[in-house]
């Protein structure tokens, strides 16, 4: 199968800021070892970043329009928070986006228990930091393959 996966606002920071939150691997790190596992498993992933709300709304887009992908898995960051034009996107768009977090969103500030994509996701992963996106492959492949 082939998945994208898309990381919004100050995810490129990763390995950079709040390491106690986030850990001390860099998106590329992390990247890396994602892409091994889809590969392990026969799956090719891609991957997007922007710190720009409208980037990531025309990448979810052109992900639908061009086709290509079994799904996608979404860290938007602090935008999962308020979005409504992400949230539109992937209630647009034919393909099955899982919500992922790095920190348990639950734990934290009150601000961060919301979030205005869970309700058109088809999953929501957090607080296994690298490892909800690798959760987030696993649970959505399943899903996909109707186990
Ligand atoms: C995050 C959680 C968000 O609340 C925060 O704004 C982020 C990262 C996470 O991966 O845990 O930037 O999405």
Known sequence: ???LIINGVNLNLTGKREKD?????SLEEINEKIAAFAAKNGNKVDFYQSNIE??????LHEAYLKGGYDGILLNAGAYSHYSYALRDAIAAIDV???EVHMSNVHARESFR???????????VVCGFGAGSYIAALVGLQDALNDL
Not at 21 to 25: L, N, P, S
Not at 54 to 59: F, N
Request: charged share 20%.
């Open 1 to 3: 199968m082939n998945f």
């Open 21 to 25: 939150v986030y850990g001390g691997a």
């Open 54 to 59: 409208g980037e990531l709304v025309d990448k």
């Open 96 to 98: 099955p986006v899982v």
């Open 113 to 123: 228990h919301t979030s205005v994509l869970s309700e058109v996701c088809k999953g």
